[in-house]
């Protein structure tokens, strides 16, 4: 009754208080309580005449609060002020934050000014200015997903955006008004927004904005602009509501992405991942903050992929090529991928590879007699013991002798001598290779006998 009569609050009024609550012998927070509601009640009455505190109100709320034994920072007088005034600072949050372009530091000297004045406490006054920016933020939020939509659109016809339209650029806006509007800090080392995108857009279409404007980046022309978002990462994931979680996340899939579509095509030249290459991918590892040993798994997969690819196109073309045979050994050497451990190639295939490859060095002439070193290399890259390459290789130079003795012998028939001793030139190197006698049914002794005593002649004659 004392304050609602809007009596002297002196000592005398204030001895007069104290009494009347020890007569009535209440506890203290039961006391407390109601000097609160009585504090409540008399703010929201000056409240409701005026949204602006004057001096003079100001000054005798602060004498009521003496009279009632509160203080300011108390969470029921803050409480109590929040409900009268925060409306009010929010309004004015309104105007400092519709400003266009950069926001003067004056604007802001006058929030906190009006934030004294109204006595809201610094957790309320930033509640207020969050609400405020993330309707604001809301609205940049709004263009970056027309923006998304009409890329995903265009994608879906295989088109590009009109001239002008990128998803990066509107990310970055966002960043760019947070940051102008003072709304993002750090902390820890770590980028925080006092408002976000969060709860104002489903969680799969912020997650859908940063992983977008990042590979748009990626793949952009705008260098200038592209190196804009990779330096402001931490604040791209702050302002638009992405977890530390959901970051790692997205990081970890586009950095496979890019891994494994650049690897693809530089795994293919000649002598493998130059040291630009190498550079190019630790980049893309220190921008995504990703993982160097998951990633150097990624790498590892590819190099095995992509020889797995190599060895499988050997067996689909018609006829297996000693060629490609060896490109793939070469291949395997310098991304040590072995055939049998790492891809589980058959033994089939690894001695049919083997025996194209043997038949070659062969026809070169690059087999000399008891001297088969050359061969160590391709053993090794192949898989294939000793023992079988010596079966193989004996095997090998028994069909192609017993051909070319059937074709001299048919070349003698045709009157062809040149031509059969030239094969007869041939058979002499095989016969080199392997030591024993070469069947040939189809050959009947008279023409080998024939065959012989014609070379005799020739070698005679020379």
């Given at each position: 009754d004392m304050v609602k009569a809007g009596a002297q609050l002196g000592a005398e009024e204030q001895a007069k208080m104290d009494k009347s609550l020890t007569d009535l012998g209440l506890p203290r927070s039961v006391t407390a309580q109601i000097s609160a509601d009585v504090y409540a009640e008399r703010l929201?009455?000056?409240?409701?005449?005026?949204?602006?505190?004057?001096?003079?109100?100001g000054a005798q709320l602060a004498v009521l609060r003496t009279f009632l034994g509160l203080e300011l920072s108390e969470a029921p007088v803050a409480k109590a002020h929040e409900a009268a005034f925060g409306e009010t600072y929010g309004d004015s949050c309104k105007q400092v934050l519709g400003v266009s372009g950069s926001i003067p530091d004056e604007y802001f000297d006058g929030l906190d000014r009006l934030r004294e004045r109204l006595g809201l406490s610094e957790l309320a006054a930033k509640k207020q200015y969050a609400m405020v920016g993330a309707a604001k933020m809301k609205e940049y939020g709004e263009r970056a997903q027309l923006t998304l939509e009409a890329q995903q659109?265009?994608?879906?016809?295989?088109?590009?955006?009109?001239?002008?339209?990128?998803?990066?650029?509107?990310?970055?806006?966002?960043?760019?008004?947070?940051?102008?509007?003072?709304?993002?800090?750090?902390?820890?080392?770590?980028?925080?927004?006092?408002?976000?995108?969060?709860?104002?857009?489903?969680?799969?279409?912020?997650?859908?904005?940063?992983?977008?404007?990042?590979?748009?980046?990626?793949?952009?022309?705008?260098?200038?602009?592209?190196?804009?978002?990779?330096?402001?990462l931490g604040r791209v994931a702050a302002v638009i509501g992405l977890d530390a979680e959901d970051v790692s996340e997205i990081h970890d899939e586009i950095g496979k992405l890019i891994f494994e579509q650049y690897l693809r095509k530089s795994l293919k030249q000649a002598g493998g991942l130059a040291e630009r290459d190498e550079?190019?991918?630790?980049?893309?590892?220190?921008?995504?903050?990703?993982?160097?040993?998951?990633?150097?798994?990624?790498?590892?997969?590819?190099?095995?992929?992509?020889?797995?690819?190599?060895?499988?196109?050997?067996?689909?073309?018609?006829?297996?090529?000693?060629?490609?045979?060896?490109?793939?050994?070469?291949?395997?050497?310098?991304?040590?991928?072995?055939l049998v451990e790492d891809l589980e190639v058959n033994r089939f295939r690894l001695e049919k590879m083997f025996a194209v490859e043997l038949e070659a060095l062969i026809d070169a002439g690059d087999l000399a007699q008891g001297d088969t070193s050359v061969l160590e290399e391709v053993c090794e890259g192949l898989k294939v013991s000793e023992e079988k390459a010596a079966e193989i290789l004996e095997a090998t130079v028994q069909k192609k002798a017993a051909s070319g003795i059937l074709q001299a012998a048919t070349l003698m028939q045709a009157s062809r001598a040149d031509e059969?001793?030239?094969?007869?030139?041939?058979?002499?190197?095989?016969?080199?290779?392997?030591?024993?006698?070469?069947?040939?049914?189809?050959?009947?002794?008279?023409?080998?006998?024939?065959?012989?005593?014609?070379f005799q002649a020739s070698a005679l004659g020379d």
């Open positions: 929201g009455e000056i409240a409701a005449k005026s949204k602006i505190l004057d001096e003079a109100q659109k265009a994608a879906q016809k295989r088109e590009t955006l009109p001239m002008g339209q990128s998803l990066a650029a509107e990310v970055l806006k966002l960043v760019e008004y947070a940051k102008g509007a003072r709304l993002l800090s750090s902390e820890g080392g770590r980028d925080v927004s006092a408002a976000t995108l969060a709860g104002q857009f489903s969680s799969s279409v912020i997650k859908e904005l940063y992983r977008q404007s990042l590979l748009e980046a990626f793949s952009g022309s705008e260098a200038a602009q592209n190196e804009r978002l990779f330096s402001s550079q190019f991918l630790a980049q893309i590892t220190g921008v995504l903050s990703l993982d160097g040993a998951k990633m150097d798994q990624v790498v590892r997969e590819q190099k095995l992929e992509f020889v797995d690819k190599q060895c499988s196109k050997i067996f689909s073309d018609q006829t297996v090529e000693p060629a490609e045979v060896t490109k793939l050994r070469d291949m395997a050497a310098l991304y040590e991928v072995d059969m001793m030239e094969e007869l030139e041939t058979l002499l190197r095989f016969a080199t290779l392997i030591p024993g006698v070469v069947a040939t049914p189809a050959v009947k002794p008279q023409q080998k006998q024939e065959m012989f005593m014609l």
